[in-house]
């Protein structure tokens, strides 16, 4: 009985997550009230090794790709708050393993919650620190 409860419990964490994902994915196309957004021409990252714990600030255009190890971070977009350009940014933004053709993580990050919509990997952590005007 319990291997059962566990199965469900599991499967329905796992609906409620991909939902949230889903949501969050798409929360940062919709404008709050009174807060306008504009892009930027280029972000800051933020790149984490896990297994050699070293730590890369990665700038980055948009339309551009840089590297981190064997991922290939391309910026869609960067945007941020128009009356705070120091504020919650966030980037779209496609990471792609070296000889992967499927993306590892594709969509919004943002700057506050990195954990909210996170690239799941096993050695490297992605994450935004903000937009520059």
Known sequence: ???????????LFGIIACALIQIAAVMPTVAQ???????????????????????????????HTAALGRLQITLGDCRYPVNDPNGDAYAYLVIRDAGVDQPQFQGWMIASSPALNALEHPRYDVWVIRCKI
Do not use: Q
């Open 1 to 11: 009985m319990d291997a059962r409860v566990n199965r469900r419990s599991s499967r």
């Open 33 to 63: 009230e009174g807060v306008r957004v504009k892009s930027a021409p280029t972000a800051m990252l933020r790149g984490l090794d896990k297994v050699s714990g070293f730590v890369t600030d990665i700038e980055i255009s948009v339309g």
